[in-house]
C-alpha cells in the first residue's frame, strides 16, 4: 500500500513540520522547534562530501526546510528564524554545496549567444535534444491508479507553491526580462484569480483523487530527489547572483511542460478521470506552449542581451532542471518497473 496521506484536517498554512532524516535534520529541527532564535544557534557548517546530494534525504530535506523560512514558515517554528545568522549561514553551507555537486555535472553547451534570438534557440535545442526518461508518456500509456497518484505527490512538492520560487527572480531583473518574467507569472498566479491560480488548479486535481490538497502535505512521503527539484529552483531563486540561473531554469521547465502536460491529460482520461482532475494539465498545454517562447525569448533572451556574461548561468539553471528532472524521473520510473512504491515508506 503507498504511503499516501489522504485528505487531513489541516488547517494551517504553514509546511507541516516534517520528520527528521538524519542527524542533521534531527538537529536542526530540533533547535527551529525549541523556541526564538537567540538562546540556540544552529551547527555553523555541514561536513558535505561529493555523494550524490540529490540522492541524500538528511541533506535535502535540511535544505528544504531552511528555505521554507522564506515561504510560508514550518508549523512550530518562530517566523524570526528567517533572518537568523546561523540559518543563513547553514542554508548558504548547503546551497553551496548543491550548486557546486550540480556545476559538477550538468552539462553546458559550449556556444555563444548575445541575441535575445539566439539565446532561445540554444535553449530549444537543449530542452528538444533531452531524451530521458518520462514519466508523462509512462503516464498516458499504462499507469495504474496507485501510479498516477503517487506522481502526483511527487509533483505536489513544487505545484502547490508554484511559482513562488521563479517569483524572487523578478526584483532582481530589468527591462524586458523583468516584463517578460511578470507576464509569465501573472498567469500562473491565474491573472488574479483565485480559482485559476495554477497552484489552486492543482489542488483541484489532488482533490480529484483524494489526495490531501494542502500545503506541503506530502513532503513526509517523498524522497530527497523529488526535494531537489525544489531545492534547486529555490536557490537559483533565491540568490542574485544566480539570477542567469533561475531564468534559464524558467525557460527549460516551461519548455518541457506542454506535451508533457497533454500527456497527463490523456493518461488520466485513460483512466476515465474528468476535468475535476485533467484542469490543471488541460490549461497548461495552451498555456505553457505560449510560455515557452516568452520564457526563451523575452525573459532568457532579454536577460542575457541586459548582462551578456550571464549567458553560462541561464544555460546552467536550464540544464539543471533537465538533469534533476531526468533523475528523480528515472528513480521513479524504477520503481514503477519493480513493482514497488516510488515514495518513502512513512511509519504509522
Ligand atoms: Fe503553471
Ligand atoms: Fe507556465
Redesign the pocket.
Known sequence: MPPITLKSAATSIRLPLPRPRGQLSAEVLGILTSGVPGARALPAAHPVSDDDLADDDDLQLTLFCLQELHYRGIEGVDDAWEWDPSAIALRRNLEDAFEAHLRGRVTVPDVAATTADGVAQILFEMTSSDGGPSVSRFVARKASLAQLREVLVHKSIY?LK??DPHTWAIPRLTGRAKAAAVEIQA??YGGGHLASM?SE?FRRTLRALDLDDHYGAHVVAVPAVTLATSTFMSLAGLNRRLRGAITGHLAAFEMT?SIPSRQYADGMRRLGLGEDATG?FD??VE??AV?EQIAGRDLAGGLVEAEPHLLGDVLFGAGACLLLDDLAAARHLAAFDAGTSSLREVAA
Do not use: I
Open positions: 505545484q508554484e511559482a498567469d500562473e495554477h488548479l511542460s490543471y490549461e497548461h498555456a505553457d510560455h
